[in-house]
T-cell receptor, first 114, second 116 residues
Framework: DSGVTQTPKHLITATGQRVTLRCSPR?????VYWYQQSLDQGLQFLIQ???????AKGNILERFSAQQFPDLHSELNLSSLELGDSALYFC?????????????FGEGSRLTVL | AQKVTQAQTEISVVEKEDVTLDCVYETRDTTYYLFWYKQPPSGELVFLIR??????QNEISGRYSWNFQKSTSSFNFTITASQVVDSAVYFC?????????????FGQGTELSVKP
């Protein structure tokens, strides 16, 4: 158990819909990262937040947005969903911002868009 | 640009065989960190090892060992006497040190299948 909690574990929805994925980092971790894992793209970095502020941005679509709240949990919002958005979405956390430590990953939220 | 290449997409071995997973990376940073993660069939990503660019000592942890060679930009992972429970997808990852945030850049992964 990494200590990172993601909900929901599975989600099935239709094209055009909007979903929210939630992540609670490990106790004491200030950074939260979102990754998308799909068969064709592999593990792609989406976005990082550090103590409530956006820190780094990767290949995140404009239809996607995220935020980190004062209690440090984070939400990833996916809107106008397309079939190609079906993927496993991971949240990870780490203690600092540009530290040397490893990222601890949650179990992922598997999104299926029909 | 930073990049991690795991040229082996799939490897299949028989239990008790040794197996090496290759990882080659590209970065312009002089300080960087390399990682290996394991993704078993259950789906979670499990941290295995972190290595910084100034430490080229090989590391051994039980049946696992890692060979870091800066001269060839490689960070290979060897499993000795493989077991069925080692079956998983293994990812090599890179983190640059400057202005990168803390994100990891992952390779495409190597799927290891250990047959009894």
């Amino acid at each position: 158990d990494s200590g990172v909690t993601q909900t929901p574990k599975h989600l099935i929805t239709a094209t055009g819909q909007r979903v929210t994925l939630r992540c609670s980092p490990r106790s004491g971790d200030l950074s939260v990262y979102w990754y998308q894992q799909s068969l064709d793209q592999g593990l792609q970095f989406l976005i990082q937040y550090y103590n409530g502020e956006e820190r780094a941005k990767g290949n995140i679509l404009e239809r996607f947005s995220a935020q980190q709240f004062p209690d440090l949990h984070s939400e990833l919002n996916l809107s106008s969903l397309e079939l190609g958005d079906s993927a496993l979405y991971f949240c990870a956390s780490s203690v600092g911002n540009e530290n040397t430590g490893e990222l601890f990953f949650g179990e992922g939220s598997r999104l299926t868009v029909l | 640009a930073q990049k991690v290449t795991q040229a082996q997409t799939e490897i299949s071995v028989v239990e008790k065989e040794d197996v090496t997973l290759d990882c080659v990376y590209e970065t312009r940073d002089t300080t960087y960190y390399l990682f290996w993660y394991k993704q078993p069939p259950s789906g979670e990503l499990v941290f295995l090892i972190r290595r910084n660019s100034f430490d080229e000592q090989n590391e051994i942890s039980g049946r696992y060992s890692w060979n870091f060679q800066k001269s060839t930009s490689s960070f290979n992972f060897t499993i000795t006497a493989s077991q069925v429970v080692d079956s998983a997808v293994y990812f090599c990852a890179l983190r640059g040190f400057y202005n990168q945030g803390g994100k990891l850049i992952f390779g495409q992964g190597t799927e290891l299948s250990v047959k009894p």
